[in-house]
């Protein structure tokens, strides 16, 4: 008998180089010390508004501090954003769409109208109306980005679980005896959350996303953060002669999110097949 083995398709180019550049950014994020010997606080006025050259790749700000070490040491806050406000937007989804998936009936229909009003309104307009009543500050902003993205993804969940229920491996473990907690534990759960793996990790970049656009309207983390976003803030007054204090923590801001999009829809493919 011959036994065939599934040989997993090596990573493509655009995959390692995402992986290669979110390690950086979490080692950034972990160790910024690792990457730079720089301080991203001292001041040194007479290297004020350099461009960018060998000994600060990135220029210097108004006040001479390296952008390069700022970012650097930004990731730790903008990361922790990213990775705070999307789990606590997932947590808030699965209590909500497994809730009303599973029980049905009345608390399924006033669960999904509540999403439906609140879906109906922006993400970032619910997020200002938490900072409006907390005030700015990091943990307001990890607050405000996950319950202005929890609305849609509570709608994916519930409707990953309503799907999931109909098949015929959970209908096939209920018959076996197994308790409806175990069935939802072994089996429901995780084959409805795996589809949404995708989905988890964009959030991650969108919620960065977000949030540099909220601190760059000066609703987020205050100065002198170096979070990605306060830099933009605080580059928008010499947009017209000093382009790279925009240009730069903004495009390592795309590239972060495209990076953990990219990790995001090769862990979906590699685990689409997985065994049920």
Known sequence: ???????????????????????????????????????????????????????????????????????????????????????????????????????????????????EVAFAFPALLLALLVIAVRGPSLYTEIIAVGIGSAPGYARMVRGQVLAVRQAGFIEAAAALGHSRFAVIRRHLFPNAMRPLVAVLTLGVGQSIVWASGLSFLGLGVPPPSPEWGALLDAGRLHITTSWWLEILPGLVIVVVTLAVTALGRTLQNRLGGAAR
Do not use: E
């Open 1 to 115: 008998m011959i036994t065939k083995v599934k040989v997993r398709a090596p990573l493509s180019i655009g995959t390692a180089l995402s992986l290669l550049f979110v390690g950086l950014v979490l080692i950034a994020a972990i160790a910024p010390g690792l990457l730079t010997d720089r301080s991203p606080t001292a001041i040194d006025l007479a290297s004020a508004l350099q461009p960018p050259s060998w000994q600060h790749p990135f220029g210097t700000d108004d006040a001479g501090r390296d952008l390069l070490t700022r970012v650097i040491y930004g990731s730790r806050q903008s990361l922790g954003i990213g990775l705070g406000a999307t789990a606590l937007a997932f947590l808030i989804a699965i209590v909500l769409g497994f809730t009303a998936a599973l029980l049905g009936g009345v608390v399924d229909a006033a669960i999904t109208r509540v999403l």
